[in-house]
């Protein structure tokens, strides 16, 4: 399952050096983080009010969006998937309210 988010996060490192013009990606990744933020943003509030409707067509539809430029993101922070899956695994075996505890107050684990 991950091999489609590795592949998306794949291409979207390869269009770090394409025209803007030419491509979406270059186009969001020259605009800058702020853009790049705001397209999350909005995208999350789309998964929100699909999922609030209950049409599992659109929640799916603005899941990808929401997956895909959460990938932008992450590859502008010099991240990938495997960061996020890495601390995906890392809290399996572990209660989510135990997780929740031991997080600091600015939501990061503590020890980070």
């Given at each position: 399952?991950?091999?489609?988010?590795?592949?998306?996060?794949?291409?979207?490192?390869?269009?770090?050096?394409?025209?803007?013009?030419?491509?979406?990606?270059?186009?969001?990744?020259?605009?800058?983080?702020?853009?790049?933020?705001?397209?999350?943003?909005?995208?999350?509030?789309?998964?929100?009010?699909?999922?609030?409707?209950?049409?599992?067509?659109?929640?799916?539809?603005?899941?990808?969006?929401?997956?895909?430029?959460?990938?932008?993101?992450?590859?502008?922070?010099?991240?990938?998937?495997?960061?996020?899956?890495?601390?995906?695994?890392?809290?399996?075996?572990?209660?989510?309210?135990?997780?929740?505890?031991?997080?600091?107050?600015r939501g990061r684990p503590t020890g980070s």
């Open positions: 399952m991950s091999e489609a988010l590795h592949r998306l996060a794949a291409i979207i490192e390869a269009r770090k050096q394409a025209d803007p013009k030419a491509s979406y990606v270059a186009k969001l990744l020259a605009e800058g983080r702020d853009a790049i933020l705001k397209k999350v943003g909005e995208e999350a509030t789309e998964t929100i009010i699909a999922g609030k409707n209950g049409e599992p067509a659109a929640l799916v539809h603005e899941t990808a969006d929401l997956w895909f430029h959460t990938l932008v993101l992450l590859a502008d922070c010099g991240l990938g998937p495997e960061e996020v899956l890495g601390e995906l695994e890392r809290r399996f075996g572990t209660s989510g309210l135990d997780e929740k505890l031991s997080r600091s107050p």
